[in-house]
Nanobody
Framework: VQLVESGGGSVRAGGSLGLSCEISGLAYTMHCVGWFRQAPGKEREGIAATHYNTPNGVTYYGDSVTGRFAIPQDNAKNTVYLQVNTLRPEDTAMYYC????????????????????WGQGTQVTVS
């Protein structure tokens, strides 16, 4: 299984970015795919999750991003996106996508240990 993030960059506060997580090697649907971020000196934070290859399925968002971020997917492209809007300086972080061998859980989706596969990350800087 391989996950490759892209789409990070530097933006001004109030701007938007579209991050991509291209996934290969996941054979079945209903794997949980999550987005995390880690700012310098801080712990990695789970910010959004959804079921892979399940359009319009359940989604989860962290309190800090609810209403500003979205996690759509394009099954034809094997890609889960993170649309980040109304960016703030405190959103500056390295953003990672991750995949779990299990379906999403309302209790577990924010926990790093729930995920087995991780991408290399893409940097988002907001000034």
């Amino acid at each position: 299984v391989q996950l490759v993030e892209s789409g990070g960059g530097s933006v001004r506060a109030g701007g938007s970015l579209g991050l991509s997580c291209e996934i290969s090697g996941l054979a079945y649907t209903m794997h949980c795919v999550g987005w995390f971020r880690q700012a310098p000196g801080k712990e990695r934070e789970g910010i959004a999750a959804t079921h892979y290859n399940t359009p319009n399925g359940v989604t989860y968002y962290g309190d800090s991003v609810t209403g500003r971020f979205a996690i759509p997917q394009d099954n034809a492209k094997n890609t889960v996106y993170l649309q980040v809007n109304t960016l703030r300086p405190e959103d500056t972080a390295m953003y990672y996508c991750a995949a779990s061998p299990s379906a999403c859980s309302a209790v577990l989706w924010t926990r790093e240990a729930f995920y087995t596969y991780w991408g290399q990350g893409t940097q988002v800087t907001v000034s």
